[in-house]
């Protein structure tokens, strides 16, 4: 299955391809026929499998066929500020070849600049709960014309409270229009929901993130900030990391890591968004030839990096988005590869590992021996230090002769096993508590 099998008018073909999609995802192949005829959806997918595009480029699709008219007629809500932000890029990026308007508004910042530009107005409108709800209060948002509506990440919005939030913005929708409801999973309480916003629509389901999530190869480093190249450059010492994706927070911090990479004769090359498109083609090019073995990438210019055979991801940097490590360490198994993920965690990122095991419901094995083991390695991760019920998979699926450094515990679990608690206190420090424990 190709983009151009999906209907897709061609500003937008063009659109996916200048991002480097090749094929569509299963929830766009599944979702955009549907979503073009004008059926109600609800599609189960998390983020990860690409079910943003499945949702935007459709919608974008739809508004184009007619000439804006200064209405918001399509409106997505996401539980977060993060995952609404990522959404309006979403269509920015495939919009690019449209004169289509989206906003993207979020509270926890001051409401002045988003209500200028909804008087200027805007097609597309991608909001959270809450701020909406506060600027549709004060007059400032109309919801009469909006003809798709999309509730992304529905179970999240649950979870955090907003569903209140959510049934009043929905009220204040024309009953007439399209709407697309996604979520990750399908409680009792969404399926509700879905029976009462939903007119007979259609189901499309992918498999479960997690099951991509598992497949690979997760480890953790506790590590100083000030020994992360350090290790990095240990680990690059193992040729078997043949084609490794490094993912640093800012465009800085991979420009300066692919500088002392090099002064320590490695050759990486970086990919952000301050190189031209020429530069970054140029960067993919020579990484998917094999020339360059490590590229160095910010989450954003990462989107739409498609390249079989990646061998290693390398989170040098946490993110602080729970979100964006799924989306990363994906890129290593693609294809129905396995691949292999390592993650540095500094001091102050631990809360972000908490965030990242919350979501993919795993424990991240941690590499206890290393040369530059931080003296923090043996804090808990999760702030709860009662012993763990039960050991960590001690032994099994030991790569010691095969990995540098050596692992405490084996492939990543699930929480479930548990009792839905997650506790990370895997360094032999606290393993030997655990051991007295019955399994
Ligand atoms: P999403 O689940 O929408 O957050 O998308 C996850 C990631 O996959 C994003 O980085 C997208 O840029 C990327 N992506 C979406 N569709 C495709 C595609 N068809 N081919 C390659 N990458 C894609």
Partial sequence: ???????LIDPLLRAVRAEGYETPTPIQEQAIPHVLS???LIGCAQTGTGKTAAFALPILQHLAARPSNGAIRSLILSPTRELATQIGDSFAVYGRNLRLRTIVIYGGVGQQPQVDKLRRGA????????RLLDLMNQGFVNLTRIEIFVLDEADRMLDMGFIHDVRRVISAL???RQTLLFSATMPQDIQDLADRILVKPVRVEVTPQATTVEKIDQSVFFVEKKDKRALLEH???DRAIRRVLVFTRTKHGANKLVEQLFRSNIQAEAIHGNKSQTARERALANFKSGRTRVLVATDIAARGIDVDDV???????LPNEPESYVHRIGRTARAGASGIAFSFCDAEERAYLRDIEKLIRLRVPVVSEHPFAAAHAALPVHGDSRPNPRPFNQGRNDRRGGQPGSRQGGSPRRDQQHGGR????????HAEGRRSQPE
Avoid: C, E, K, W
């Fill in 422 to 429: 997650t506790n990370v206190n895997r360094s032999p420090h």
């Fill in 311 to 317: 061998t290693h991801v390398i989170n040098y940097d």
């Fill in 123 to 130: 097609d597309i409108l991608v909001a959270t709960p809450g």
């Fill in 235 to 237: 680990l690059l010492g």
């Fill in 38 to 40: 004008g059926r109600d």
């Fill in 1 to 7: 299955m190709h983009f151009q099998d999906l209907n």
């Fill in 174 to 176: 024309p009953t007439r």
